[in-house]
């Protein structure tokens, strides 16, 4: 077969040059979650919030069964749009208006469409931050989740002429008055807090509070790869070691998203009964991370919000930083001029509920 005819039939993926503004996107290869995703994104990252790990109690409370863990969902729609988005991505820099929309039980079909919202050439003409909107949607086409997010892209050509720059304008935070709607209604009667972990609730939380997750978690190669591929995410900066191998760190990445998970998990120690995330206010990975890093975490109450019109369930406003090869006793952050800590990985704000 000539090279002509082979390559009308493989795909590189998209760079920089290839975005325009206003493109819309359909991403291939819907995927069924089942019960075995689940199994395994918990060996991976250790998930323990009770409603997502034991159906008996998920039903106890008033979901039909246990649902799908929040970051879960969120791994699989952002892996559809990888192919078309960031397969020749250089790194994922940040997401802002992410609401998780309805919840997702085993069994439900999730597919992702994408909306280009800015472009923006880099100075080194090199690369490129593309910025969009993505929709996660089940098999009756209802949204779950919604959110945008920027990617530096590589360029095909660097002499190739770069659209006029366009930055969206995002909101700093997602309004908690439009939050809540994954969450069915509860009957918190029979939530056992023995069983969560944790007898703190939605008021034991204070404005300005500072919990050490206490615990760390090194990331082994080989977890990270099965991760990337659990998610089907293509992205060859977290997988393709004889490429990467070449270029400016030597070796793959790990794949961003993957440092929120184990943050997240981590996280279960001091906020046990935080069991579903309501959306993301914004979430920058700060710096590069690899296999060998031991991730910590540690989180800030930054505020506090009631849920229209419930009365079982509270929002937390949380600001957790995760930091490689470094304890949290001392809350690594931000250094007095605004730059962040060394060590400091992902900085990530969001609103997560709790039982009242």
């Known amino acids: 077969m000539s090279e002509s005819k082979s390559a009308s039939k493989t795909s590189p993926g998209n760079f920089f040059e290839d975005f325009r503004l206003g493109q819309q996107i359909r991403h291939a290869t819907p995927r069924t979650v089942t019960t075995g995703d689940v199994a395994l994104y918990n060996g991976l990252f250790g998930a323990r919030f009770a409603v997502q790990s034991s159906d008996a109690f998920a039903k106890a409370i008033g979901y039909p069964r246990s649902p799908i863990d929040d970051l879960l969902v969120f791994h699989i729609v952002i892996g559809k749009t990888v192919p078309d988005i960031s397969?020749?991505?250089?790194?994922?820099?940040?997401?802002?208006?992410?609401?998780?929309?309805?919840?997702?039980?085993?069994?439900?079909?999730?597919?992702?469409?994408?909306?280009?919202?800015?472009v923006k050439e880099n100075s080194n003409k090199k690369s490129g931050t593309v910025y969009v909107r993505s929709t996660g949607k089940n098999q009756r086409g209802q949204p779950v989740l919604s959110y945008a997010r920027w990617v530096m892209v590589n360029k095909r050509?660097?002499?190739?002429?770069?659209?006029?720059?366009?930055?969206?304008?995002?909101?700093?935070?997602?309004?908690?008055?439009?939050?809540?709607?994954?969450?069915?209604?509860?009957?918190?009667?029979?939530?056992?807090?023995?069983?969560?972990?944790?007898?703190?609730?939605?008021?034991?939380?204070?404005?300005?509070?500072?919990?050490?997750?206490?615990?760390?978690?090194?990331?082994?190669?080989?977890?990270?790869?099965?991760?990337?591929?659990?998610?089907?995410?293509?992205?060859?900066?977290?997988?393709?070691?004889?490429?990467?191998?070449k270029g400016r760190f030597g070796r793959r990445l790990v794949y961003g998203g993957h440092i929120i998970s184990i943050a997240?998990?981590?996280?279960?120690?001091?906020?046990a009964n935080a069991f579903h995330?309501?959306?993301?206010?914004?979430?920058?990975?700060?710096?590069?991370?690899?296999?060998?890093?031991?991730?910590?975490?540690?989180?800030?109450?930054?505020?506090?919000?009631?849920?229209?019109?419930?009365?079982d369930m509270g929002a937390l406003r949380l600001r957790t930083f995760a930091v490689k090869d470094r304890s949290c006793a001392e809350f690594p952050g931000l250094k007095a001029d605004g730059s962040h800590e060394d060590g400091v990985v992902l900085d990530m704000d969001y609103w997560v509920a709790l039982p009242r």
């Open 87 to 118: 397969r020749n991505a250089i790194a994922n820099l940040g997401y802002a208006e992410f609401r998780f929309i309805a919840p997702v039980y085993p069994g439900d079909t999730l597919a992702s469409v994408s909306k280009v919202i800015g």
């Open 157 to 245: 050509d660097v002499n190739a002429p770069a659209p006029n720059p366009v930055v969206p304008d995002l909101a700093a935070n997602v309004e908690p008055s439009t939050l809540g709607a994954a969450l069915p209604p509860l009957d918190l009667a029979d939530y056992d807090y023995a069983l969560a972990g944790s007898p703190k609730r939605w008021g034991d939380y204070k404005v300005g509070e500072k919990i050490d997750h206490i615990d760390g978690q090194t990331i082994e190669e080989a977890e990270h790869q099965l991760a990337t591929r659990l998610f089907q995410n293509t992205a060859r900066v977290h997988f393709n070691q004889h490429v990467e191998g």
């Open 264 to 271: 997240r998990s981590l996280s279960f120690n001091g906020l």
């Open 277 to 311: 995330i309501l959306g993301l206010n914004g979430a920058r990975h700060v710096a590069p991370s690899f296999a060998g890093d031991t991730i910590y975490a540690w989180s800030e109450v930054l505020d506090k919000a009631e849920l229209p019109g419930r009365s």
